[in-house]
């Protein structure tokens, strides 16, 4: 015969299992979408490769996402299918873009309709595509030359990315 102390512990455990799985289901539901980028900015022409690794989203659905210039427009959008853990890593390429600071906003679109679902937590990065840098093969650098303090600098112009 059992004795009935020694298997009175398996409701106990039981309890404890079914509590920590909702637990865990509750907080990947509630959990902020995160995005990572690389690179964070690239030449407009003829464009660039950005490696997207995100999570957070609902699992087994359909994140939309939309480059929005200072201007407000968006030039450029599409989706992701996310896996059963509500990420994916996935690459774009960013192409006909002028040169601009662009916000690049993530959101579940379940419908898939190019509306960011209602109640959708949204992300963003940040992009910046510059304008066209021509290098010429044959230029010598100075080591030595000498920078103006007192250089004005446009506020408006497109900082090129970081090499």
Do not use: R
């Not at 039981?14 to 690239?42: H, Q, R, W």
């Not at 030595?144 to 408006?156: D, F, H, I, S, Y």
């Amino acid at each position: 015969m059992y004795n009935i102390e020694k298997l009175s512990f398996i409701p106990a455990v039981v309890a404890i299992g079914i509590f920590s799985l909702t637990s865990i289901m509750f907080l990947t539901a509630f959990a902020e979408p995160k995005v990572d980028l690389s690179p964070t900015c690239g030449p407009a022409e003829p464009g660039f490769n950005i490696v997207i690794n995100a999570n957070g989203f609902k699992a087994n659905s359909t994140v939309g996402w939309k480059f929005v210039g200072s201007d407000s427009k968006i030039p450029l959008y599409g989706y992701f299918d996310t896996n059963s853990t509500g990420g994916f890593n996935d690459v774009t390429y960013a192409d006909d873009l002028k040169p601009d600071h662009y916000k690049m906003y993530f959101a579940d679109d379940s419908d898939g309709d190019g509306t960011f679902d209602i109640g959708a937590k949204k992300v963003y990065a940040n992009v910046t595509v510059n304008a066209n840098e021509t290098v010429n093969a044959n230029e010598t650098v100075n080591a030595n030359e000498t920078v103006n303090a007192n250089e004005t600098v446009n506020a408006n112009e497109i900082i090129p990315c970081e090499k």
